[in-house]
């Protein structure tokens, strides 16, 4: 089993949708959890950290469950700039060696917005 | 504002070349490292860094050599290109400490290995 999985879909969605992303991780002392953003041809980028008690920015709400073992990535009221792959990062403390703990990224999830 | 700067932005070798890929943040960040890009493989960790002096490999570390002289600096040498070497390359950078901290990427290196 990978340590971190996502659907790669792609996921097709009209303006206007909801839409919503899982990624599973195998390790339950897995402790910090991030959703990156990935355009085109270009470096991931930060959307938004991952809280126990899930948080929203805007459009985007994120939610963790500890007993299920997997994050979420909701997004609301897609645009066509939302158009973008999503990759999920797990960082499993104390592991690896450092004190930085050990980062992982899933595949990422492709998403497309259309008109 | 620089962030993670990468140079070059793109490459093309023949096999059995060297080169060495640059990535230099201006964030004074101790922990550097770099990962390939593939289709259907997503970032794999090739050399890590957690200050100058210190480094140690990640998943794919074959082929590759790194050196951490300063804090600012992390380069990643190709020491004979192949064509499994062919890849996006993307240099990130971490805060010292700070288990929630996230990386910031560098724009990528596009490598062709003919």
């Known amino acids: 089993r990978k340590e971190v999985e996502q659907d790669p879909g792609p996921f097709n969605v009209p303006e206007g949708a909801t839409v919503a992303f899982n990624c599973t991780y195998s390790n339950s002392a897995s402790q910090s959890f991030f959703w990156y953003r990935q355009d085109c041809r270009k470096e991931p980028k930060l959307l938004m950290s991952?809280?126990?008690s899930g948080n929203e920015d805007g459009r985007f709400t994120a939610q963790l469950n500890r007993a299920s073992q997997y994050i979420s990535l909701l997004i609301r009221d897609s645009k066509l700039s939302d158009s973008a792959t999503y990759l999920c990062v797990v960082i499993l403390h104390n592991a690896g060696g450092t004190s930085y703990g050990k980062l992982t990224f899933g595949q990422g999830t492709i998403l497309t917005v259309h008109p | 504002n620089a962030g993670v700067t990468q140079t070059p932005k793109f490459q093309v070798l023949k096999t059995g070349q060297s080169m060495t890929l640059q990535c230099a943040q201006d964030?004074?960040?101790?922990?550097m490292s770099w990962y390939r890009q593939d289709p259907g493989m997503g970032l794999r960790l090739i050399h890590y860094s957690v200050g100058a002096g210190i480094t140690d490999q990640g998943e794919v570390p074959n082929g590759y050599n790194v050196s951490r002289s300063t804090t600012e600096d992390f380069p990643l040498r190709l020491l004979s290109a192949a064509p499994s070497q062919t890849s996006v390359y993307f240099c990130?950078?971490?805060?010292?400490?700070?288990?929630?901290?996230?990386?910031?990427f560098g724009a990528g290196t596009r490598l062709s290995v003919l």
């Open positions: 991952v809280y126990s």
């Open positions: 964030m004074n960040h101790e922990y």
């Open positions: 990130a950078s971490r805060a010292q400490g700070a288990l929630r901290s996230f990386q910031y």
